[in-house]
Every structure is written in structure tokens, then in C-alpha cells.
């Protein structure tokens, strides 16, 4: 396959370019080399380390245009989503530290203040530019300071409705300026040469002198003046709405101006040079961008090739051959096929449609299947009335977003009980992406909500056995599930069905681990450990984490010691319910909590992230085996079978198995 790639090596001027400074010293010629080699280093880059390609390719010309015109950090770049800031670190100093892109010690993959002075503001989720861009250019109006603030807004955002609540109410900053990155001209098509021949029009500097002579001479002539220049006004915003459909922006008070060729990097930068002084109202810029521009497979497939891992140059995949096996793919492929067999399903993501693997759902079962764009919120709410209407819906989101719609969660579907399944995608840590990303608060928001059944597989035949279950139970209920493939060792547990599996012991244990999810191996290759040195602990596999399994606490009653690992938030996670439930229950074993504090979470690898908050095999060997003392005590004939490659040794207890079934636990 062709990948139209430029020769790496050939980033001369992107070399000398240290600070946004160094862009402005440039001639015309010179920035659209500079677009050039950063769009061949970026594709390079991207190619070795993994990140987000298709979106920063197509916003190359933007970036390097507002860098020409602006100055940062008095000028404040706010992006929305920020995946496509990546030529902004190269022209703000961080060329370097591409090398390791979204690796620990590395630089993130979005916009981060701390990392530099030229980030304005954090932006991992979609639509939140605008309301932030508001805020710093009032910030500024209110502290007297000078700047402006440019927000840059992909089309996309406009599915998602925060974006019009901070259109209305943009006030009359004369100090904001929104950019439209429009590559799916979804807003507004192009109107034409006349439209351009405007555009170009307007933003010549004789523009604005002829303008503000005019203007002043009205001003000064007695009884007609002001009449005259009303009635040229209001001439003028007719033909303008005629000619560029601007009626949305020009009605909520935004000087509006395009569409604009984006990748035109040289008429860019004198249309932001034109308003840089002479700006009387938010102005709105509407630019026309092609995601992926430069780089043909992009152009092509942008979706593919919206964030990626490393992939060879030179031996590029077929986007049209399925990927490689993962949890989402799975999920896909069963639920499309459960969609044959029941008339009623119905499948709902946000944007995400490849991300979720629904795209099989997709182009089986197209009348049942909608994305709502960037929406989460209406997502779940449209979901609540499909139910209410006797459909049955899955909501299929990556844990990260689904953050966005938990009130109506709360409020629209478990207040009336409805039969909403959520397809948590992502969930636990997420590599790579960082603190903007990471699926570690869904665990603990639902377990707040009274008979909300959670189940979390650990891999993939618990997936497709309870994805089963969940589809024919009523209620709300959510299936969680973690990005990528499942772990080889997981992978050879298969599926009991129970809600709880228990892995005992070569001998009597004093200590238990109870875990769910992909934190299961670590856990299992913790207890491995500690049995080479003597220290002997049953795991507990939770698969149903809410409510908690019947029979759980009692099982777990005669340990000395119980560790509760999870790849979740510390407060208010899974494993604070199990501790306050055997409080309740007058449990005296010392009961230790690991799980991530809801800070400090850097981009890195899954493997990094979990030896930094204590949850990796190591970690927790270490924390079986010091102070080590073993004692006899009753437990649970709940054992079913050994820690793999160990022999099966079961607790004896007069107790009855207590893992229940998953009739008694839904």
C-alpha cells in the first residue's frame, strides 16, 4: 500500500524551531515547508510509538498558522478533546519527547498544563473547549490582562449539546475567537467562489480601514448617520446569512467568517493576522480540514488510523481485515449475532462505533443501531425511552465517557428500573492515555446504586456467557470489560458461571486475595509467589461485583488476613463495600484495600500504572510474605479448583458451598 510518506530525514526547519517564537520569523514559503516535515515526522513518530495520527495530520496548517499569529501562553490555545495537539508540542519545544509519547517519563498525548506553559487547559473528554474558552477570556476581561483566547471546536463537538450551552453564552467577548476544525463538512457545506472571494474579501487589512472610515464618517454626520449605518448593518447580515447558512453563530452573537481552505497554512495566517487587532465580537472561523491529510491509508480510513498503536510504514494492514481478537471485538460480534435472534435489541454508542466493535451490530441490524455523537447524556436518557417503550438497548461506552452520563443514569434509568444493559468498554486502567482516560470510576458509581447488577469478566467466555445472562435479565445492569486482549492465564480459567470462583492453596491459607477483572492475574501470580516462600493464600475471583455475591462474606470469614485488589478508585470501590459488609458481619481479619488513588495517574503502560499503585504481582507477594505468621481457621467449602499448575487442596468447613448461583445473584 502506498503511504505517500515524505523522507523523515528531511526536517531541517522543524529542527530550528525551538519555541512558537521561531515560527513567526518565517517566510510564506517557509511555513508551508514547515506543515511539510512536521506532517512527515509526525507520521514517522506516530508509526513507532502509537498515538493519535488522522486528527493531527488534518490540523497541521491550524496549528502552525495560530503559532505565526499568536503568543503563547498570553495568547491561550484551548483544544477540543486535544488528541490533535501534537503539532503544537513540536512547535512549543517538545520535539524530543515524542520518542516517548504517552510513555511513563514521557510526554502525554493531550494538552497538559504542567507540562508546559503553553497548554492552557486539560482536554481528554469532547465539547468542553468552548465553556473553558469562555472562562479564561472572561478571566481575562475581569483581571484586565491582554490576549486572546481560540478555541479550537472539531465538527464532531456539535453533536454533543454542552457545546450550545457555551454558545449561549459567549457574551460579547471581543477577546475569543472559536475555530470550526470542520472534516466532515457536517456543519455547513462550501457555498462557492462567491463565499470565498468574501472571505478573502474581509480579511484584507484594506477591509477593515475602508470599514472603520466609513463607520467614523457615519458617526459624524447629525440626524442620518446612525440610521444609515443600522440599515447597512442589518444589509449586510442579510446577505452574509444568504450566502455562508451562518445563522446558528451569528444569532448567538459570533462575527462569523468561512468555510476557509484548512490546509491553506499561508491564508490562514493573514485571516487571524486581520482580526488579530481588529476583532469587535466572538468571531467564529470556519475551516474546511481533511483528516489524515498527507498520509493516503488516513485519508482513506481516518477512523482506523485515529489512534493507533505502532505499526510498520512499510507493511500497512488492510483496515477492511477484521483486527485481532479483543474484548471489544467479542462483545461486537456476539451482541450482532443476539440481534438476529431478538427483534427488540437495540444498540446505542456515542461516536465510537469501530472503538466499541458495534459495527457488526451496525450492518446487520442498521434500523437498530444509532450513534448519537459526542452525547453520552442523551445516550442513556434515549436509551431509558427505548426501554420505557418496550425495546431493549444496549449502551455501549467507553468507561471514561460514560462518566458524562451518570446522572442520567441515576436519575432516567434506575429510578424507573429500566431494562438498560451498559457495555462498559475500557474499563480499569487504560494504557497510554493517562489521567483523561482511565476506566477506574465506573465500579465504584454504579455500587452506589441500590440493585444495579455489575459483572466483570475476566476474559473472554465469561464475556460472552454473561453478555447472555445480562441480555435476558431485566433491570439495570452493566457488563465491564478492559481494553485489548485477554491474559493468556485468564484466558485457560474459562467460565464456571459463578458468580465467585475461589482458587485455594497447596496447603491451608491463613490470607485470601479477592479480585476481579484483568487484576485477577497479577493476583494469581501473587499467591504463586508467596507459595514458593512458604506463605499460603486462597484467591477470590469476583465476577458479579454488585451487589456482592451471596455467600461472599461468609466465605471469607475465617481468614486472618483478606487483601482486596482492584483496578478501581479507592473510595467508594468495590472493595470499601466488601470491608464495611464484613464489619456488619463481625469479621476480625485485618483487611487491606489496594486500589488507585484518584491521583497521579500518568501515562504509561498498564503494567507501570499497576506497580505504582501496588497492585502488580510483586507488590502484592511482598505484602503476603512480611510478617508472615500462618494460623489454622474455619473458612468455605467454597473451592472449586487449584491455583493453575497446583493441585487442588479445598479449606474444609462445616459450611455449605456458598458461590450461589447466578439466578440467586441478578
Known sequence: MHTGRKDVR??????????????????????????????????????????????????????????????????????????????????????????????ADGISGFPCPEESVHDAFIAGHGNTSLSAALGLAQAKKLRGEPGKVIAIVGDGAFTGGMIYEGMNNIQCLNNLIVVLNDNKMSISKNVGSVAQYLTRLRTDPRYFKAKRDVESL??????????????????????????????????????????VDGHDVRELAALFDAYRQEQSAPLFVHILTKKGKGFPPAEENPGEYHG?????????????????????????????????????????TAAMKYGTSLQYFYKQHRERFFDVGMAEQHAVTFAAGLAAGGMRPVVSIY?????????????????????VLFAVDRAGLVPGDGETHQGIYDAAFFSELSGFCVVSPCNYAE????????????????????????????????????PFDVFSAPHLADAALVTYGAQTAPVLEAARRATEQGVFADVYKLTVIHPLPQGLCEALHGYRRIIFAEEGIQ???????????????????????IAVPNLGLLHAGVD??????????????????????????DGADVLCRGLPGQERCPRQSTAENTTGSQGENL
Open 463 to 498: 464475556l460472552s456467557h454473561w453478555l447472555e445472562v445480562l441480555l435476558q435479565t431485566d433491570g439495570p445492569r452493566a457488563l465491564r470489560y478492559p481494553r485489548g486482549g485477554e491474559d493468556e492465564t485468564l484466558a485457560a480459567l474459562g467460565c464456571t458461571g459463578r
Open 608 to 633: 507501570e500504572l499497576r506497580a505504582r499503585f501496588g497492585l502488580d504481582a510483586a507488590s502484592l507477594a511482598a505484602m503476603l510474605t512480611k510478617g508472615n505468621a500462618s494460623a489454622a481457621g
Open 399 to 419: 468507561s471514561t465517557f460514560l462518566q458524562r452520563g451518570y446522572d442520567q443514569i441515576i436519575h432516567d434509568v434506575n429510578l424507573q428500573r429500566l431494562n
Open 218 to 259: 457615519l458617526d459624524q454626520t447629525p440626524f442620518v448617520g446612525g440610521a444609515i449605518k443600522t440599515t447597512i448593518q442589518t444589509a449586510k447580515s442579510v446577505v452574509r446569512r444568504a450566502l455562508y447558512h451562518s445563522t446558528m453563530f451569528e444569532e448567538m452573537g459570533f462575527q462569523y467568517v468561512g468555510p
Open 571 to 593: 473510595h467508594g470501590g468495590i472493595g470499601e463495600h466488601l470491608a464495611s459488609a464484613l464489619l456488619a458481619q463481625g469479621c476480625k481479619a485485618v483487611f487491606r484495600h
Open 10 to 103: 528531511d526536517t531541517s526547519l522543524l529542527d530550528t524551531i525551538r519555541s512558537p517564537g521561531d515560527v513567526k520569523r518565517l517566510s510564506p514559503e517557509q511555513m508551508v515547508q514547515l506543515c511539510g516535515e512536521v506532517r512527515a515526522f509526525l507520521i514517522d513518530s506516530v508509526s513507532k510509538t502509537g498515538g493519535h495520527l488522522s486528527s493531527n495530520l488534518g490540523t497541521i496548517e491550524l496549528t502552525v498558522a495560530l503559532h505565526r499569529v499568536f503568543t503563547t501562553p498570553r495568547d491561550q490555545i484551548v483544544w477540543d478533546v486535544g488528541h490533535q495537539c501534537y503539532t503544537h508540542k513540536l512547535l512549543t519545544g517538545r520535539k524530543e519527547g515524542f520518542a516517548r509519547l504517552r510513555r
Open 308 to 348: 493507533v498503536s505502532a505499526f510498520d510504514l512499510d507493511h500497512l494492514t488492510n483496515p477492511d481485515i477484521a483486527p485481532d481478537s479483543s474484548f471489544s471485538t467479542v462483545f461486537g460480534r456476539q451482541l450482532a449475532a443476539d440481534g438476529a435472534r431478538d427483534p427488540k435489541l437495540c444498540a446505542i
